[in-house]
T-cell receptor, first 116, second 111 residues
């Protein structure tokens, strides 16, 4: 069974703090993704990575950065947390897409971040 | 936008009834996927249908795809209270394997 774990289920941080959200997968997947989910807006992609040290911006990268030093770990960093970054953050992984064949994504349980 | 759009936004039915959710999208795709999310949890993959397929079944789930109309439907037969969740469609029309998710349909099944 694929397992994607996230470092915290709930997190409360203060405005201006640097926040690290960690995600680890155990299936040797090449692709990893960070989404945020807000009511009425669905899932929005922040960043994704298709290989170690590689990253691609998603639809809403502003205010975020990522790090992928090891294949199994993908970190989302909020350089200076703001209240509008209060949200549910979801990490996912999938095998690398080859020859037009897409694959399903496996999600972690999510981290509900509150910035006060 | 390549995002899919689910319809309806919310659906409320009794146990035993069938639930049908629709998804429309705008660009060409390689495949379309459906996911389920229980409240406060991560998404779980349900089914993937490729662009050259028209229908696919998995247990009580039936998915159809009409690429000419750029639409898909998810049918859950004989619904149970445990099917209560949000359902999302996601399209894969790009390189590198990213998906474009819709905003979801909230399904409530009453006992």
């Amino acid at each position: 069974d694929v397992k994607v774990t996230q470092s915290s289920r709930y997190l409360v941080k203060r405005t201006g703090e640097k926040v690290f959200l960690e995600c680890v997968q155990d299936m040797d997947h090449e692709n990893m993704f960070w989404y945020r989910q807000d009511p009425g807006l669905g899932l929005r992609l922040i960043y994704f990575s298709y290989d170690v040290k590689m990253k691609e911006k998603g639809d809403i990268p502003e205010g975020y950065s990522v790090s992928r030093e090891k294949k199994e770990r993908f970190s989302l960093i909020l350089e200076s947390a703001s209240t509008n970054q209060t949200s549910m953050y979801l990490c996912a992984s999938s095998p690398f897409r080859t020859g037009g064949m897409g694959y399903e994504q496996y999600f972690g349980p999510g981290t509900r971040l509150t910035v006060t | 936008s390549q995002q899919g759009e689910e319809d309806p936004q919310a659906l409320s039915i009794q146990e035993g009834e069938n639930a049908t959710m629709n998804c429309s999208y705008k660009t060409s795709i390689n495949n379309l996927q459906w996911y389920r999310q229980n409240s406060g949890r991560g998404l779980v993959h349900l089914i993937l249908i490729r662009s050259n397929e028209r229908e696919k079944h998995s247990g009580r789930l039936r998915v159809t795809l009409d690429t000419s109309k750029k639409s898909s439907s998810l049918l859950i037969t004989a619904s149970r209270a445990a099917d209560t969740a949000s359902y999302f469609c996601a399209t894969d029309g790009s390189t590198l394997g990213r998906l474009y998710f819709g905003r979801g349909t909230q399904l409530t099944v009453w006992p």
